[in-house]
Structure formats: structure tokens, C-alpha cells
């Protein structure tokens, strides 16, 4: 008899520093000898980057998880 099991996926982020244009917002590029200043196409000038990182957790753990930070909100 098979046994299942509900995983969910638990998502994690922190804001870090643009790794394309290392935080600047912007690219500058050398053309012909002239300085040219991009918006950088990865953060979009926002100057920073979400890391994002994935755990899979069983169901009743996140429920857990959640229900703490219910609990810690209303106390708030
Ligand atoms: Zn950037």
C-alpha cells in the first residue's frame, strides 16, 4: 500500500546587490571611444537583485510554520 506524503515549496528571498551591473543601476558601455551609460536590463535600475531560494518542506511543517507566524502577527 503506497503512503503519500504533501510536500510544499517554501520560498525564501533576500534583496541582494545587482550581480550585472554590481549594485551601480546602470551599465556603461565604450563605443567608438565614447562613454555610453545603460539602465541595466537586469534589475531595470532598481539596483538590486531577489535571491531567491526553495526548500521543500512536508505540508504539516509549513502549516506549522504558518500558524506561528499567524499567531506572532495578531500579538503584534
Ligand atoms: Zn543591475
Known amino acids: 500500500m503506497p503512503e503519500t506524503v504533501f510536500k510544499v ?3 525564501t528571498w533576500a534583496w541582494i546587490a545587482c550581480q550585472n551591473c554590481k549594485g ?3 551599465k556603461t ?4 571611444g565614447q562613454k555610453f551609460t545603460n539602465t541595466c536590463s537586469r534589475c531595470g535600475g532598481t539596483r538590486r ?5 526553495r526548500t521543500e518542506v512536508p505540508l504539516v511543517e ?7 507566524a499567524r499567531a506572532y502577527g495578531e500579538s503584534d
Do not use: P
Open 24 to 26: 551601480a543601476g546602470v
Open 9 to 11: 515549496i517554501k520560498e
Open 62 to 68: 509549513a502549516l506549522k510554520e504558518l500558524g506561528t
Open 49 to 53: 537583485e531577489k535571491k531567491v531560494h
Open 29 to 32: 558601455s565604450t563605443f567608438r
